[in-house]
């Protein structure tokens, strides 16, 4: 079941990547750096992890910020809108987060791409493995919504709609993190006229 959810969501992404930049959700996300990056600690000693990268809306400010940025996805057609940028500390992975990661990160960052993964406790637990000791967590997503925000959910490989962020907070707590808090960190105006707050997950491993 996994694995064709994955099928959709890829198949989903190739056919927008060209133009997912210009959509109207994706140019109010790109504002979010702005909102959080001043509550992470970064520097250029730093190689960070952006899970779920696409086009690089998240990995493209931070490389501004540290030392290197390894953007992860499962879409080819969304990272090589990303390839096209053409910055230096960027590499682009075309991977499962499942299958292992052969390095460790100071920190491991996440826009909008959770609602995607069926196995929420599985990814926070590679996650924590992922990251080096006291390494930061940064996860952006939507709140518990009634799937208005995506429309065809099963087309677009959506399998959460939105999250409940204490429940969230609980099962970082079991695989390991700390420090763990978060708070509403934006408002996305649909195109349905209604407005959808997501929050910012923080953490430590």
């Known amino acids: 079941m996994a694995d064709e959810l994955q099928v959709l969501s890829n198949a989903h992404f190739a ?13 109010q996300l790109a504002t979010l750096a702005g909102k959080v990056f001043p509550l992470l600690t970064l520097n250029k000693n730093q190689h960070w992890l952006d899970f779920g990268a696409g086009t690089g809306a998240l990995s493209v400010p931070l490389a501004e910020y540290v030392g290197q940025v390894t953007a992860l996805d499962t879409s080819a057609a969304m990272l090589a809108q990303l390839s096209e940028k053409d910055v230096a500390n960027i590499t682009a992975l075309e991977q499962d987060i499942f ?8 920190g491991v960052i996440s826009s909008m791409a959770l609602h995607h993964v069926a196995d929420i ?20 997503d939507l709140y518990s919504e009634d799937g208005s925000f995506h429309g065809d959910n099963a087309g677009k490989g959506v399998v959460h709609l939105g999250f409940d962020p204490e429940q969230l907070l609980e099962q970082a707590a079991k695989v390991g993190f700390k420090q763990l808090s978060y708070r509403e960190i934006f408002n996305i105006k649909h195109k349905n006229g209604r407005s959808y707050p997501i929050f910012l997950l923080l953490g430590r491993a």
Request: a negative charge.
């Open 15 to 27: 056919q927008v990547a060209e133009g997912f930049e210009r959509s109207p959700i994706s140019k």
């Open 121 to 140: 406790a599985g990814l926070l637990s590679c996650m924590h493995q992922c990251l080096d000791e006291g390494g930061q967590l940064a996860l952006i």
């Open 99 to 106: 299958g292992g990661l052969s390095e460790t990160y100071a």
